[in-house]
C-alpha cells in the first residue's frame, strides 16, 4: 500500500507561483510513474504532467513553458512548480503514483489563481 501526501496549494495572484509536493510513503521504493492531475468543477480529472522513473516527462499543452514537474526518487516525492498563473489553472490537483499492478491516487490540494 502506497499513501500519497500532497501540499502546497492555496490562493495566488494572476502571473504567481505556486510549488505542489506529493511524498510517496509505504510500498514506494520504485514506483514507474508519479504525476499531477486536475479536475475543474464538474469536469473530469485531467493529466497536467508526469515523470517517470527514467526521468523522461510529459506535459499537457497549456501549461508546457510554465510548469516543471520533478522527482526525487530518494525521498518519493514528487514536486509540480507552477509559474505564471492563470485564473484558467484554478482546478483541484492530485497526486497519482502507479505503475504495474498499481495505481494511487492523493487525496487533492485546491488551487486558486484569483485577483
Same mark, same amino acid.
Given at each position: ?19 505542489? =509536493? ?7 521504493? !520504485? ?7 486536475? #479536475? $475543474?468543477?464538474? @469536469? ?8 517517470? =522513473? ?7 499543452? !497549456? ?7 520533478? #522527482? $526525487?526518487?530518494? @525521498? ?40
Amino acid at each position: 500500500q502506497v499513501q500519497l501526501v500532497e501540499s502546497g496549494g492555496g490562493l495566488v495572484h494572476p502571473g504567481g507561483s505556486l510549488r505542489l =509536493s506529493c511524498a510517496a510513503s509505504g510500498s514506494a521504493s !520504485s514506483i514507474y510513474a508519479m504525476g499531477w492531475y486536475r #479536475r $475543474d468543477p464538474g @469536469k473530469q480529472r485531467d493529466l497536467v504532467a508526469v515523470i517517470f =522513473s527514467s526521468g523522461n516527462t510529459n506535459y499537457v499543452a !497549456s501549461v508546457k513553458g510554465r510548469f516543471t514537474i520533478s #522527482r $526525487d526518487n530518494a @525521498k518519493n516525492t514528487v514536486y509540480l512548480q507552477m509559474n505564471s498563473l492563470k485564473p484558467e489553472d484554478t482546478a483541484v490537483y492530485y497526486c497519482r503514483a502507479y505503475g504495474s499492478g498499481y495505481d494511487y491516487w492523493g487525496q487533492g490540494t485546491q488551487v486558486t489563481v484569483s485577483s
